[in-house]
Every structure is written in C-alpha cells, then in structure tokens.
C-alpha cells in the first residue's frame, strides 16, 4: 500500500515537472509571438496609415489592401486597428463609407462566422465591430443573438445596443417588453445611440415604458440637446408626475433646456413652496431648476434652502443663488443674518472664493 | 521513557501528521480552485477589443470621484503621483491629498508645484461622525481647481483619510497612496461593475490589481507600459511574482465567489454612504483597509442587503516595493498584525452563519491558512521531526510528498504567470518570464522561510498588542528623475 502511494506520488511529480516545462515553453512562446506580433503590426500601421489614408479620401481602391488583410493575419489586425481609430476622429460620409468598405472586404466574410463562434471574444469583437462600423447588413443575426438565452446577458445587451447603433426599431419593442430589468447603465447605453426619429417615437410611447426606462428616457433627451417643443412637453408633463423620481429628471431635463412654459412653471411654484416636504434629490434638483430658469420668486426660496439638512443641496442652493444679480450684497447678507450657521459658513466660503478670484482676474 | 509513552507518543505524531496533510491537501486544493477560477474569467475576456470603456469614460453619466490621497513624508514621489492622477481619463473627479504630519517637505513640495494658496474657510461635506486630528490648514490650487491639500497633525492613515471622507464632495471615493502611479484608464475601469450594476443589484467597494514599478521607467507621474520590466533584484522580482499571485489569482478567484475580505489601500473605490454608516475608517488598526472591508461586509450582512464587494484585474495601480529586508520586514510584519486585528475585531463574524459566505468561508480561509498559516507550517516540520525521532515516519515517502508539495506550489506560482499573458501583458520579453519562472521554482528555498519569519514575527507583535505606525518606507521614488539625482545611474533596478 505504502509502495503504491509512493509511487503515485513519484508519478505525480514528473506529472508536474513536466507540467512546468510545458507552461513555461507555452509562455516563452506567447511571449516571443507576442512581441513579434506586435512589431509586426506596429510597422505595418505606419504603412497602412499612410496607404488608407488616402484610400479613405480618395478613389484610391482598397481591393489590393482588402486581399493582403485576408490572407496575413498582421495585416489585418492593423487595417481593423487603425479603421477603429479612424472611424473614431470622426469624418465626412464619404471616407467613413470607404471605412466601412475596407472593413467588409477585410473581414466581412469572418464577421457572420464569429458571431456564432464558440469563442466568447470574437462573438463580443464581431458585435463591436458591426456597432462601430454600423454595418447594418448584419441587423437580423443581431436580433437573433438578442433572443438567444445561451448567451450571456453581456452578450445579448451589447446586441441590443448594436441593434440601437442601427436604428433598428426592434430595440422599441425589447425596451417595452424587457427594458424594466434592466441597469441603468445598459438603459443608456441602448437609448444614447437612437436617432432622432427613434427618439421621437420613444417620447411618443412614453407612457408605455417602465418607470426605469422613462428615467433613462429624460436622461438621456438631456445629454442629447433635443430643443423641440416635443421634448420640453414631456418634459413638462413629467414634471407634474405624482413620481418624484420623474420630477427629479424633468427637473434636471429642463434646467439643461433654461426655458420652461409658463403653465407648467406656475404649478411647480406650488410644489416648491412646499419644498421641505420634498426629498432631498427633488430638492438639489429644485434648486438648480431655480438657479438655470430665473424667476424673481426663487431667490427667497434658495435662501431658505442654504438651511436644509443635506450638505450637497445648501450647495446647490447657493450655486443656483449665485446667478442671480447683486451676488455679493447677498453673500453678505447670509453672512450676517441667516439663522443658519451652516449657510453662515458656506456663505463665507463663497466670500473668500470670488474675492479671491477677483485679485487673480 | 517506556515503550507505551513512546508508542502514544508515535502514534499521536502519525496523527498529527494526517491533519498536515490533510490542511496541506485542502490548502493546495483551495489554491488550485482560485487558479481554475480566475484562469476561466480571464481567459474569456482575453482579447475583446476595449472599446467599451471609452463610452464608459465620455459618458455624461459617470459618477464623480473623489480620490483621496493620504501622504507621510512622500516629498519624493507625491508630485509625480498627483500629477499622473491630474492626468486621468475621467469625467469629473477632485483630488483631495492629505498630508499627514510629515516631517520632510511634502507640503511644501506640493505648494510649490501646483501652485496652492491657503484656504480659511473650507466647509465640511459628509458627515462622518468620527474625531478627527487637527487640520492645520487647507490648500487649493490656482491651476487644478479640483486638488485640494489638507495638512493636518499626524494620525496615522486611517485618520487622514477620514479627513479626506468629510472634505470630500462627490458620492464615491479612491484611496490611493501618495506613491501611487496609475494607468491613465484604471479609474474608468475600476468603476464598471458600479456601473453596469442590476437593477436591484448594488455594488458598493471595488478594488483593482496592484502592480510593482521598482525598475520601470516612470517620467512624469506616468508609467511607460511598453517598458515595464522585472526589477534585477531578486527581493523586488519576488515580490512581482507574489502580487500577480495575490492579485490575479487571490483576489479575482475570491470575488468570483463573492469572498474578497480585502481591497488593497493602493487602490479601492467605495460608496461614501455605506463608509460613513460603518463609521468610516478605524483608526486604532494598522489594517485599515482589510478592516474596513469586513466591515463593510458586516453591515451588508446586517442590514440584509444585497450589495456586493467587486474586484477587476484590468485596472492597475504600481507602487514602490521594498528593496530591502529591513524594510520588507517591517512592511510584512505590519500587514501580518493589521490581519491579525482584523480578524480579532470581527470574530463574532467567524463561523457565524448570520454573515453567510464571508462568516463560513472567508472567515475561516484568512484565519487558519492566511493568518495561522506559519505557525501550522513550522507546527508540520515539528512534527516531521518528531516523526523521525519516534520512528513513525516514512522518510521515502515524506521526501517524495515534500517535493511534490514544492513543485505544485511552483506549478500554482507558474501558474499566476499564465495569467498575466492573458490579461496584463506587461512583461513580455521571455528573458522576464524566463527569471519568473526560475524565482517560482526556487521560491520556497529563499523567499519563503523568509516570509515566514516575518509573519511569526507579526504573529507575535500582534498578540503582545504591538502599537502601530505607518512605517517609514524607505523612498528611493519612482521617477527618472528622482533616480538619476540619487544615484547618478538609470532606473533599471
């Protein structure tokens, strides 16, 4: 018995000898390849910058640069590296078409190929290609990954958000029947992508969406500047919501816009002389609507807030205070008559920070 | 001694010798998972292009970071480090470096280079309700608008960064160390698994992966990833070779099951909320960092929450190692004893299933192999000894298993190589992997007893109640610079 364990374990040991010798010669290997791989690449992009360039500008054919990307391996890691980069800075319609040509002809024939792949990596590169190129040849195998529950939830969302690159209106329907269990992160990222018309469509379906998809709705109408009257309706709509998580983004929503409708304005002034009843987000956001959409009401309001319990709003407060005309004079006035000693304090600071910025000017 | 007593006395000492091998056998198995783990994950992610994390960067809807820095006697190395976090592809972020009654010229060294004026009236954010040391002053700066310095008596780290909690604006922070140099993505990379969190689904620590600069080429706060190498001195190489261990293998295994007892201090972001309703930073331990975690794991527990405590590999921060064995004994000695103060204040979470997982598992882990570890191992020589003296030993056989232990644990530490050619790629040239290999193969002849010295060492202090301090690390600073002037040479280690 005692012999046959020794033994075992003697096996065991050239076992893990020679598993150490093959790790280290797999490693030696990566490394060395790795290396080469990346001169390779390095000297071919200083090549093709210069060659796609001006491929990419003028009529200058890129079948020749296609066939090279195909065959050799290098190649085309460097024509998809540096049609990344490019498409990136930006361009007119037409050198981003000659992209997207010298993408298809380059990689075209692999791209339906691993996105069904058995590695995970080519399945996520080959979404993220189609996504950055938009190529939208490739929408329905798209929507079929989207509705694929083998993949992994990173997978099908970044399909979806692929699909939103794409102005598919595919994504409408998955927002309505799925949207609800998704981030907020994974909301955005589907809606920032959307054009203008989806958009418009999304506003019109507002009422039908999830309560998460309708926050990332008004947030993302926000970073997208939309100045239409469609907009700053819902806008307005949302802000005499009985959910105060949608006032608080319609707040935010139409302190970026600076203008709100007179209607929908005089029945939030009813809500914010109650203030105090507000929560605290409803609150930072109510200061900064005051301080982006002036009215001669607000600063007695701000005032009251430099008071309130949560550090982050007698901030917002004063900011928003601080548009408002004679600044100074009011400064001073907090300083000396404010029964909060907290709004005393930050109404100091404020002293010190413009009267320092007015020495350096 | 008569033969009875001796045959008790052998058959105790074949006893004794099964749990060895029982605890070795669970100890390597238990590694070995974390290597299966942590090799599935990154083999997986390997090579997806990142594109994604620029979305993540430009993103309107990135949350604000305060970075907090904590500095002791950092005049070398603290405007190289705030420079490289200036530089930081990020939305909207502040740095906050608090200067924590040095004796050498930080405060001074940061005035001067950025330009900082004093401040009378700074208003206090967040209400850590925690005595802090006094601030004797507060700095801003005319050229950065978002790098404050706070110069405040001497209170160890955990006190500073208290003070950095309640100076701070912003919902989330980064504590990072004064000798930090970071890669200019690392924040944007620590803060997806917040981002991307479920509904429902709460993520309230991060931590990324520590590296080693010692050696690397680091010119103007900035690292250059190209040229990153493994230091020539052996005691620095080691010390590569145990923070990939303990980074990629360690720490992305434990959090693939949810076990991560620790973010590294160089480097974690937390929710301010949840820091400040577990009473922020602990000022009377030297592990402040792993406390706070198992604390923070508590209060999830507690309150029956959800949240999750997150690790990624992909961010890494570098930092200064020590070059010497003075200093890399005090170094380990004080991690061994913040270990031991950690577990001590939070027993009541050990084996406890209230606090599920991390009382159950994590606990336990940390305490019998982490923190009891060198005195099982020396416990197990002992105990061969013992069986060679009573004859009950079977000294073919424990020559065999001895090497094949050794070998295996090389085999894991090899093992940690692999995982940096799949996710990392810094050290690429084969000569680097080559001396990484022989340093594994020859760990457990040099490095290891070694080690295991000095976590007896702190075994010790920590159950005398040892008082604690930073520990004065020997700066030989990170830049070219900084290193051309002391020793008149290039950096290479």
């Known amino acids: ?361 | 001694m008569d033969n009875i007593r001796l045959e008790w006395l052998g058959n105790v000492t074949e006893m004794l010798a099964y749990l060895m091998l029982g605890y070795v056998l669970a100890v390597i198995g238990f590694y070995t998972l974390l290597l299966l783990l942590a090799t599935r994950k990154l083999a997986k992610e390997r090579n997806v292009i990142p594109v994604q994390l620029e979305e993540v960067q430009h993103s309107a809807f990135t949350p604000p970071l305060s970075i907090l820095v904590p500095a002791y006697n950092e005049e070398v190395n603290i405007v190289d480090s705030v420079r490289s976090l200036l530089g930081i592809n990020y939305g909207l972020f502040e740095i906050i470096v608090v200067n924590d009654g040095s004796k050498d010229r930080t405060v001074d060294v940061m005035i001067e280079h950025f330009d900082m004026f004093p401040v009378r009236n700074k208003v206090q954010w967040s209400g850590l309700r925690k005595e802090t040391k006094p601030i004797n002053a507060v700095y801003s700066s005319r050229k950065h608008p978002n790098l404050l310095l706070v110069d405040k008596e001497n209170g160890g780290k955990a006190d500073a960064l208290n003070v950095g909690i309640n100076l701070s604006h912003y919902p989330y922070f980064v504590s990072l160390d004064g000798d930090t140099v970071l890669d200019p993505n690392a924040f944007v990379r620590v803060m997806k698994p917040i981002l991307e969190a479920k509904p429902g689904e709460e993520i309230i620590a991060t931590g990324g992966s520590i590296g080693i600069v010692n050696g690397s080429p680091v010119v103007g706060g900035y690292l250059k990833q190209d040229e990153v190498v493994l230091p020539r001195n052996p005691l620095v190489a080691m010390q590569v070779i145990e923070y990939l261990r303990a980074f990629l293998m360690g720490r992305i295994g434990l959090s693939e099951m949810n076990l991560l007892l620790i973010i590294s201090g160089a480097f974690g972001v937390f929710r301010k909320d949840w820091v400040i309703e577990a009473g922020g930073y602990e000022t009377g331990t030297i592990g402040e960092d792993m406390e706070l975690v198992v604390r923070l794991h508590r209060l999830i527990r507690e309150k029956k929450s959800g949240a999750q405590i997150a690790y990624v590999p992909d961010p890494v921060c570098w930092t200064e190692a020590p070059e010497t064995l003075s200093v890399l004994k005090r170094q380990r000695t004080r991690w061994h004893r913040g270990l031991f103060e950690s577990l001590w204040r939070h027993r009541v979470m050990m084996m406890n299933p209230k606090y599920g997982r991390i009382g159950m598992v994590a606990m336990p882990y940390f305490l019998l192999v982490e923190l009891f570890g060198p005195i099982i191992e020396v416990f197990g020589y002992v105990t061969v000894a013992l069986g060679y003296a009573f004859d009950v030993l079977n000294v073919p056989f424990v020559i065999a298993y001895a090497l094949l232990m050794l070998l295996y644990g090389s085999l894991l530490t090899s093992g940690t190589v692999l995982l940096e050619e799949l996710s990392l790629r810094k050290y690429n040239r084969v000569f680097d992997v080559t001396r990484m290999m022989l340093y594994a193969l020859s760990e457990s002849f040099w490095y290891r007893p070694i080690m295991l010295l000095y976590r007896w060492i702190g075994f010790i202090q920590a159950v005398r109640g040892k008082k604690h301090g930073w520990g004065d690390m020997a700066r030989r600073g990170i830049s070219v610079s900084a290193n051309r002037n002391q020793d008149g040479k290039g950096v290479n280690g």
């Open chain 1, 1 to 361: 018995m005692s012999y046959d364990l020794l033994a075992i374990v003697w096996r065991l040991i050239v076992v893990v000898l020679v598993l150490l010798a093959a790790l280290y010669l797999y490693l030696a290997a990566a490394k060395a390849r790795y290396r080469r791989a990346k001169r390779l690449v390095e000297e071919r992009l200083v090549f093709a910058e210069t060659s796609l360039q001006r491929s990419a500008q003028t009529d200058y054919p890129i079948d020749d640069l296609a066939a090279v990307a195909r065959k050799n391996r290098y190649w085309l890691e460097a024509t998809l590296e540096y049609c990344v980069r490019r498409i990136r800075l930006g361009g007119t319609n037409e050198e981003k078409k000659k992209i997207r040509q010298l993408v298809r002809a380059s990689y075209g024939d692999r791209i339906r190929k691993h996105l069904t792949s058995r590695s995970w990596a080519n399945r996520m590169n080959a979404m993220l290609y189609i996504g950055l190129f938009e190529l939208d040849e490739y929408a329905a195998e798209l929507a079929w990954a989207v509705d694929d529950r083998r993949r992994t939830e990173e997978e099908r969302l970044l399909g979806l958000r692929t699909l939103a690159v794409l102005q598919r209106r595919e994504v409408l329907t998955y927002l309505t029947e799925e949207g609800g269990a998704l981030s907020d992160y994974y909301l955005r990222h589907i809606l920032i992508p959307l054009g203008e018309p989806l958009l418009r469509e999304s506003i019109e379906r507002f009422s039908s969406w999830k309560p998460v998809v309708q926050y990332n709705l008004l947030d993302v109408l926000r970073i997208r500047h939309l100045r239409d009257t469609l907009t700053l309706k819902l806008f307005e709509d949302a802000l005499s919501s009985d959910d105060p998580e949608l006032r608080v983004r319609a707040l935010k929503g139409i302190a970026n816009f600076g203008y709100v409708g007179e209607d929908a304005e005089a029945s939030y002034m009813e809500r914010i002389a109650d203030w105090k009843a507000m929560t605290w987000s409803e609150k930072l956001m109510a200061a900064k609507f005051m301080g982006s959409v002036p009215h001669d009401r607000y600063p007695e309001w701000l005032e009251q807030m430099l008071g309130d319990t949560h550090y982050l709003v007698r901030h917002q407060a004063m900011s928003s205070l601080m548009e408002y005309p004679d600044r100074e004079k009011r400064l001073r006035c907090i300083l000396e008559s404010h029964v909060d000693r907290y709004a005393r304090d930050l109404a100091m600071e404020m002293i010190e920070r413009y009267g320092y910025g007015q020495h350096t000017a």
